[in-house]
């Protein structure tokens, strides 16, 4: 069974540090593209970046870039969403998705991702 997990979620002052994981099981981790995604409240899923596993590529929507980093640890098929300078506007549901179709995150962390965790919520107080 495909499964990922996520962990790290929490509450955290403006301009502080928070890093989430994704554990996964039940595929071979390097043949998938693995994304980050948030749901704020009443707005639509905004996909915030994603990794290639074959070749180490990577994307990151423009409100996140140079503030979060995705990082990958193949011993432990486990994929990383290191965030810094946070603000109260990323303040969300943050999830981690799966797919085998690497064109998803090719030009962007485009939608349709066909495995998805539980969600793990992250607060950015003002």
């Not at 409240?41 to 180490?56: F, L, M, W």
Request: some cysteine.
């Amino acid at each position: 069974e495909v499964q990922l997990v996520e962990s790290g979620g929490g509450l955290v002052q403006a301009g502080g540090s928070l890093r989430l994981s994704c554990a996964a099981s039940g595929f071979t981790f390097d043949d998938y593209v693995i994304g980050w995604f948030r749901q704020a409240p009443g707005k639509e899923r905004e996909g915030v970046a994603c990794v290639t596993r074959s070749d180490g590529s990577r994307y990151y929507a423009n409100s996140v870039k140079g503030r979060f980093t995705i990082s990958s640890d193949n011993a432990k098929n486990t994929v990383y969403l290191q965030m810094d300078s946070l603000k109260p506007e990323d303040t969300a549901v943050y999830y981690c998705a799966a797919d085998f179709r690497k064109a998803l995150c090719r030009v962007g962390v485009l939608p349709g991702w066909r495995t998805w965790g539980q969600g793990t919520q992250i607060t950015v107080s003002s």
